[in-house]
């Protein structure tokens, strides 16, 4: 079964990094529930995704390719295939993406996407339009986690630069206080000195005693005014911030239950309300009998 579908989406940071964010497989994969990515080798990406239908667990193996990728018009091509490794199931998909500042404003990126699809076995049963309305529920999840791991890697990154502000404002501080502390120690040396000076002119020479050697105010003042050695800084991880609630597969039926539902809904309403008319049709003629 082969269908087209249109999908667009945002990511909160300017387009230039949603660029490089999108083009980072790695990071993006464990955004698509039930995704994962076994190796990246060059534009060629070898992975699988794990699919739940009901009861029935499904795992595709396939490889995705970028075919194109354009960074001035900011537009790539991707072509992805998969099969059951334990069925005779498949999917193909081509995806064209474009990606251009949400109103004008570099603040956040618009993500558009053009999907060919194709796809055999059991999830091709639940119909163009169930199919459809999934997709756009998985596009919704993976922007939501894909905002939710940018949006806390800024926040570590912001945390991780005020502990380092504030670590520097204290170094400095003790590094002030130290030179402020020998700096007055010096001048009460030098005074010091200034009073022993004229205490030993105006004494006697008979009386006069040579006093015990003592530190010198600038052996003093040294001693204060060497600083302590600085700690080694530690080193800073620049590591994703994880997604919360990541799922290890794709239950497509918790995805299109209420999809099915809403899509049964009238059609079950039209079907009691006949059953209802039928039955005081019936009731009507056996009074008229009667």
């Known amino acids: ?8 989406f945002t990511v909160p940071v300017p387009p230039d990094q949603a660029w490089d964010v999108l083009l980072d497989v790695q990071q993006v994969a464990p955004c698509m529930p039930g995704a994962t990515v076994d190796t990246v080798d060059g534009d060629d990406v ?6 739940k239908v ?7 193996k396939g490889t995705a390719t970028f075919k194109d990728r354009d960074a001035a018009d900011r537009s790539m091509l991707v072509e992805a295939s998969g099969k059951e490794m334990r069925g ?3 999917a193909s998909a081509t995806v064209k993406a474009s990606l251009q500042p949400e109103n004008g404003s570099d603040a956040a990126t618009l993500v558009t996407l053009h999907t060919t699809l194709n796809v055999t076995g059991r999830p091709a049963q639940f ?16 922007a939501d986690n894909l905002a939710q791991q940018l949006t806390g890697g800024a ?7 005020a502990g380092a502000g504030a670590g520097g404002t204290a170094e400095a501080g003790a590094v002030g206080g130290a030179e402020a502390g020998a700096g007055e120690a010096a001048e009460t040396g030098e005074a010091g000195g200034d009073a022993g000076t004229a205490a030993a002119e105006s004494a006697p020479v008979e009386t006069a005693t040579v006093p015990a050697p003592s530190p010198s105010s ?16 530690s080193p800073v991880t620049t590591a994703p911030a994880p997604v919360a609630d990541q799922e290890d597969s794709l239950n497509l039926l918790a995805i299109a239950g209420p999809v099915i539902a809403k899509r049964v809904a009238p ?10 008319i039928t039955w005081l049709i019936r009731r009507s003629r056996r009074r008229s009998k009667a």
């Open 218 to 233: 600038d052996d003093t003042a040294a001693s204060v005014s060497a600083p302590a050695p600085r700690p080694a800084p």
């Open 127 to 142: 119909g163009r339009g169930v199919i459809a309305e999934v997709g756009s529920r998985l596009i919704d999840k993976f």
């Open 1 to 8: 079964m082969a269908m087209e579908l249109d999908h667009s």
């Open 267 to 276: 059609v079950a309403g039209g079907i009691a309300g006949i059953v209802v």
């Open 88 to 90: 005779a199931g498949t």
């Open 155 to 161: 926040a570590v990154a912001g945390t991780e630069a």
């Open 46 to 51: 070898a992975g699988r995704l794990k699919v």
């Open 54 to 60: 009901g009861p029935v667990a499904l795992t595709y």
